[in-house]
């Protein structure tokens, strides 16, 4: 089989807006969830969200944001993004440079783009709002390609001249899973030679709040009480937006570069629950196909995996679900080390992911296991599994990252310490 490597990487998330910055915060178990302003009204439950520090998006006009003077979109793209776009735009420039690419370098017919996003909720109900009260000649022109799903593939592809494969991915939180899946698949067949994979969010009022209706988010007040995956005192999950891009790169065209990968992607498998739209199934049967799918198409056994980084979400059945589903593959009394990030982030929904398998690129580069933050009193059901509280220092050679999402779609994401040859 091809070898397929990760070769940049770029965050814009809420515990750091670079790679060193979000290592740092995994080092040190430094949260990025605080009181978010919008949520301080009386009718808002939710209080904190996961938030992104250095920019701000709230002004329904582009042009009134700020974010950092080191990326420069200019006016016409700018015109043209929700605050999602923005984020992936300064991410896809960090991974562009870190890659060593600059945007001439993946305009060819073997550069594709993947992305996943929900859209935007708020350029959604913003334009159609202006549609009802004045008509069509008072909507914008800019109205439907700044806020639909498909609105990072839009205005990246264009914005970046891509002429390889593209296509934007919906699967709720398991979407940028499935943009990074299908981006390998696309090497490992030969269609493409690099595939830039980006999922972001916009994780504001609109894109957050209609879960709290669904009874699925925290409402507590205290950072170090709200986000607990795998702790008897989970209430539910803290939402968080911003964006994180993965460059894939085949074997031969990274030797070509000569360019030394962070990690090499193994392989991929994703499952079905066939259970409900909204709840797992109770013993995560889709996602322990999800898991050994993934083993399978990596000829990799269980055993052999040192990290997983669970889509532990903080809710009830959701943790309950998962940590069956890695008794199923892994056994009851795996010494494999388990931890849920997202104590740490909060929840992506679409860009989950991708954050969570750009983490991972990061513990492998750096040989960490990040721990799972504020975890006082473990759930029952983790029995003699390996739930880590704290980082360590362990040294990961292959890693597994589990993502799921609303109507049981399950994907896991296989990665190994880069080794050359």
Avoid at 28 to 37: L, M
Avoid at 121 to 135: C, E, S
Wanted: charged fraction near 20%; charge should be negative.
């Amino acid at each position: 089989m091809k070898r397929i490597f990760v070769t940049g990487t770029g965050f814009i998330t809420s515990i750091g807006n670079r790679y060193s910055d979000v290592l740092e915060s995994l080092l040190t178990q430094k949260t990025g969830i605080e009181p978010y302003g919008p949520f301080q009204d009386d009718k808002i439950p939710v209080k904190l969200t996961g938030t992104i520090k250095d920019f701000d998006v709230l002004s329904q006009d582009p042009e009134d944001w700020t974010f950092p003077a080191e990326y420069r979109p200019g006016r016409s793209l700018l015109r043209s993004l929700a605050p999602h776009g923005l984020y992936a735009y300064c991410a896809i420039e960090q991974a562009l440079k870190q890659a060593g690419l600059k945007k001439e370098d993946i305009s060819d017919p073997m550069t594709g783009l993947y992305t996943a996003s929900a859209g935007s909720a708020t350029n959604l109900h913003y334009y159609i709002d202006r549609l009802n009260k004045y008509g069509t000649e008072r909507m914008g022109p800019m109205g439907v390609v700044s806020s639909i799903a498909g609105t990072l593939n839009f205005c990246m592809v264009s914005h970046y001249k891509i002429k390889g494969n593209s296509c934007g991915f919906v699967s709720a939180c398991a979407s940028s899973g499935h943009a990074l899946g299908y981006a390998f698949e696309e090497i490992r067949s030969g269609r493409q030679d690099r595939m830039i994979v980006v999922g972001a969010e916009d994780g504001d009022s609109a894109t957050l709040l209609p879960f709290a209706a669904m009874r699925a988010m925290s409402l507590e007040k205290d950072p170090t009480m709200a986000a607990k995956p795998f702790d008897v005192n989970r209430s539910g999950f803290i939402g968080t937006g911003g964006a994180t891009v993965l460059i894939l790169e085949s074997e031969e065209l990274a030797k070509q570069r000569d360019i030394e990968p962070l990690a090499e992607m193994l392989g991929w498998g994703q499952a079905s629950d066939g259970h409900s739209p909204v709840l797992p199934e109770p013993d995560g049967k889709g996602l322990s196909r999800a898991m050994q799918n993934a083993l399978d198409s990596a000829e990799v056994n269980a055993e052999s995996v040192d990290y997983i980084n669970a889509h532990a979400t903080g809710t009830v059945s959701g943790d309950i679900a998962e940590l069956r589903a890695i008794k199923e593959v892994f056994g009851p009394n795996a010494t494999v080390k388990i931890s849920g990030t997202k104590a740490l982030t909060g929840h992506g929904l679409s860009l989950a992911s991708a954050m969570e398998a750009g983490i991972c690129v990061i513990a492998l580069k750096e040989g960490i296991c990040p721990g799972t933050a504020h975890l006082e009193n473990p759930e029952p059901e983790i029995g003699n599994l390996q739930v880590i509280g704290s980082t360590e220092h362990s040294n990961p050679r292959i890693v597994l990252s589990n993502s799921s999402g609303f109507g049981g779609a399950n994907v896991s994401i296989l990665l190994k310490k880069f080794e050359s040859t």
